[in-house]
T-cell receptor
Framework: AQSVTQPDIHITVSEGASLELRCNYSYGATPYLFWYVQSPGQGLQLLLKYFSGDTLVQGIKGFEAEFKRSQSSFNLRKPSVHWSDAAEYFCAVYGQNFVFGPGTRLSVLP | GAGVSQSPSNKVTEKGKDVELRCDPISGHTALYWYRQSLGQGLEFLIYFQGNSAPDKSGLPSDRFSAERTGGSVSTLTIQRTQQEDSAVYLC???????????FGPGTRLTVL
C-alpha cells in the first residue's frame, strides 16, 4: 500500500529565508511524485512533478524538489521565500492510486 | 480554456437531507476524481473515474455516498441522509489520464446543520 508523510504540520520562516518542506513516501517501486499548493481561499495548484529522469525538478514560483530514491523522499525547496508563499503545501504520490500527504502549513514572517 | 468547475460553491443543508454536488471537468480529460477535505485536514480520496472503465469507489466512506459520470464528462457526487460529519469541502479534479497531473476545481463547501 502507498503512503505519504509530511512530518512538519506547520513551519514558520522569515521572508527572504530559505525553505525546505519534507515529504516521504512508501511504495514498492518509483512512483510519480507531485507537490501542490493551496493558498487561502484558492484551489490546489500544481507546483511541480517528477515522473522520471533528472531527480532535481524545477517548478513554478521558484520552487524545486529533489527525488532521493534511497531516502524515499521528495523534498520541496525554495531559496528565498516571499510573503505570498504562505499557504498549505501537499505532497502527493501516484503508484496504483493517488495519495496525498496531510499537508504542511507555511507561515511567512515579514 | 476553462478549468474544472464545481457547483454549488457553498451548500448548507439540514441533517438527513440529500445533496448533489456537480463537477464539470476540463474538456478532453478522461480521468475525474472526487476528494473530501475536512477543516485543517489533507485530501481524502473518495472515487475516481477513468474513461468507460468501472469507477474506483474504494474511498467512499459509506453507502450514503455515490457518484456517477455521464457521457464521460460531467460528474455528480450524491450524499444521502447527510450527517454533520459530512461537513467538508468537496474537491473535484480531472486529468488527461490516471497518473497525470490533476487539475482541481474550487470545491464545494458543504455544511450540514
Amino acid at each position: 500500500a502507498q503512503s505519504v508523510t509530511q512530518p512538519d504540520i506547520h513551519i514558520t520562516v522569515s521572508e527572504g529565508a530559505s525553505l525546505e518542506l519534507r515529504c516521504n513516501y512508501s511504495y514498492g517501486a518509483t512512483p510519480y511524485l507531485f507537490w501542490y499548493v493551496q493558498s487561502p481561499g484558492q484551489g490546489l495548484q500544481l507546483l511541480l512533478k517528477y515522473f522520471s529522469g533528472d531527480t532535481l525538478v524545477q517548478g513554478i514560483k521558484g520552487f524545486e524538489a529533489e527525488f532521493k530514491r534511497s531516502q524515499s523522499s521528495f523534498n520541496l525547496r525554495k531559496p528565498s521565500v516571499h510573503w505570498s508563499d504562505a499557504a498549505e503545501y501537499f505532497c502527493a504520490v501516484y503508484g496504483q492510486n493517488f495519495v496525498f500527504g496531510p499537508g504542511t502549513r507555511l507561515s511567512v514572517l515579514p | 480554456g476553462a478549468g474544472v468547475s464545481q457547483s454549488p460553491s457553498n451548500k448548507v443543508t439540514e441533517k438527513g437531507k440529500d445533496v448533489e454536488l456537480r463537477c464539470d471537468p476540463i474538456s478532453g480529460h478522461t480521468a475525474l476524481y472526487w476528494y473530501r477535505q475536512s477543516l485543517g485536514q489533507g485530501l481524502e480520496f473518495l472515487i475516481y473515474f477513468q474513461g468507460n472503465s468501472a469507477p474506483d469507489k474504494s474511498g467512499l466512506p459509506s453507502d450514503r455516498f455515490s457518484a456517477e459520470r455521464t457521457g464521460g464528462s460531467v460528474s455528480t457526487l450524491t450524499i444521502q441522509r447527510t450527517q454533520q460529519e459530512d461537513s467538508a469541502v468537496y474537491l473535484c479534479a480531472s486529468s488527461l489520464g490516471h497518473g497525470n497531473e490533476q487539475f482541481f476545481g474550487p470545491g464545494t463547501r458543504l455544511t450540514v446543520l
